[in-house]
Each structure stands twice: as C-alpha cells, then as structure tokens.
Nanobody, 127 residues
Framework: QVQLVESGGGLLQAGGSLGLSCAAS????????MGWFRQAPGKEREFVAA????????YYADSVRGRFFISRDNVKNTLYLRMNSLNAEDTAVYYC????????????????????WGQGTQVTVSS
C-alpha cells in the first residue's frame, strides 16, 4: 500500500525558511506527479505546489510562487518543499500528496487529482 510520511514542520518567525520532506513507499514513485497542499484552521485544504514525474515541470499557487520551491529525488523516493520568506499566512498543516494517475495536467492543482495523502506536518509562523 502507498505510504507518504511528511517531516520537517515546526515553529519559526516570520521571514524565516523551512524545508519539508515526504518519504514515499508502496508504488513506483517516479511514475507519478506529486503535490503539496496545506490547510489552515477553519479553511479548506488548498493547493501549494505540484511537480511532474521527473521534476522538470512544476505548478505553484500564486501565494507562494517565488518563495516556495518543490523538488523530488526519485532515487530516494522523496518529495521536498523549500519554503522561504515565510509569513503568518503560511501557518497551516502541510500535506504531501500522490497523484492517482500518471500524467501531467492542470488538474493537478486540485485535491481531487490525488489519491494518496500523508498525515500532515504543522508549520507555524509567528509574526
């Protein structure tokens, strides 16, 4: 069965940087696009970034473009999210997600494109 395990969350001050990791197992990691989503208290889960199977293409939410960077290592079966210039609005639980099907398309900005989810890791940014 597919397992996704996030790590790297924490508490930090505004303006700081943080890196998240997601270790994947249970299927051929390199065949599928991967994504990061986040959910703040009282809000819906929202798209952050997605990356295609070989790491060449990526989508970003407007709110994080230029500050966050998604990457992957298909040898280590690991997805990454580097977050810079963090602010209080970035406070949320961050989730790693695996696409349900192979391919690369705009629908990967939507929760519904992903069939596999990690347990989430909390990121709290104090202002």
């Amino acid at each position: 069965q597919v397992q996704l395990v996030e790590s790297g969350g924490g508490l930090l001050q505004a303006g700081g940087s943080l890196g998240l990791s997601c270790a994947a197992s249970g299927r051929t990691f390199s065949n599928y696009a991967m994504g990061w989503f986040r959910q703040a208290p009282g809000k819906e889960r929202e798209f952050v970034a997605a990356i295609n199977w070989n790491g060449v293409s990526a989508y970003y939410a407007d709110s994080v473009r230029g500050r966050f960077f998604i990457s992957r290592d298909n040898v280590k079966n690991t997805l990454y999210l580097r977050m810079n210039s963090l602010n209080a609005e970035d406070t949320a639980v961050y989730y790693c997600a695996g696409a349900s099907n192979t391919g690369w398309w705009g629908g990967l900005r939507s929760v519904g494109a992903y069939g596999y989810w990690g347990q989430g890791t909390q990121v709290t940014v104090s202002s």
